[in-house]
């Protein structure tokens, strides 16, 4: 029995032996996070980063010109792991429309990520409203930002004397107008970051429904806002 013991101890001996050879090899790449809708850039901005999780060495490129990433390849040594930042770049975006890019990576497996950058400003309050584009705009259906119009608006009750708008540039001197006396605020150009903008709002003292425009601008992108008020309910 000991003799059994001993031999099978061996053979076990031999085989973890075998899985530690060089030719026992482990590939694995991923983008991290990962983002299976793909990674969304804003209308004025113009860095961002995601990173490369890989245990080969590996190439990137991107399917448009608009957008650039650092770096292009990593060699890494085998038998070793690599978490890698790489940086992307881009120009704001003046056109209107979203636009999309690919990064394609080439490593033992090929994968790719999808980027986008809107054509709009990061308004968080009031919520975006998206519709639709109609195939006369460009709009194909594929249930992608390529195929949505965005919109922001707010319907205020004739007493209301303020309201919020949250926003996040990624540009220095951006700026928030109104084209309305009755909507006004203090603070009018805003530092990269974000930002909770109190607007004062005289209360509408008239049957009629009144409408303002707010306009945000960052970077030579401008987003606007739509403020209606109600008119006051006569007695």
Request: aromatic share 8%; net charge neutral.
């Amino acid at each position: 029995m000991k003799k059994i013991s001993s031999l099978l101890m061996l053979a076990v001996a031999l085989c973890f032996a075998a899985c530690s050879e060089s030719s026992y090899e482990f590939h694995q790449t991923y983008f991290y996070p990962q983002q299976p809708g793909g990674k969304v850039m804003y209308a004025d901005q113009t860095l961002d980063s995601t990173r490369v999780v890989s245990y080969d060495s590996w190439t990137l490129q991107t399917t448009s010109d608009w957008l650039s990433l650092t770096p292009t390849e990593q060699n890494i040594p085998s038998g070793y792991g690599m978490n890698t930042l790489v940086t992307l770049r881009c120009t704001p975006n003046t056109a209107g429309d979203t636009r999309h890019s690919a990064i394609l990576l080439k490593s033992f497996d090929s994968l790719a990520m999808d980027v986008y950058q809107t054509g709009w400003l990061n308004i968080t309050w009031p919520s975006p409203v998206y519709t639709n584009k109609p195939e006369s705009e460009g709009g194909v259906a594929t249930g992608t930002l390529m195929d949505k119009r965005t919109t922001f608006a707010m319907t205020l009750s004739a007493d209301t004397t303020s309201m919020k708008v949250k926003f996040r540039v990624y540009a220095d001197g951006a700026t928030l107008a109104s084209d309305a006396s009755w909507l006004s605020h203090k603070d009018t150009v805003y530092a990269a970051g974000a930002h909770e903008a109190l607007l004062a709002v005289e209360p509408n003292a008239t049957p009629v429904d009144r409408t303002a425009m707010l306009t945000l601008t960052s970077n030579g992108v401008s987003t606007p806002i739509k403020v209606t008020q109600k008119g006051k309910v006569q007695k």
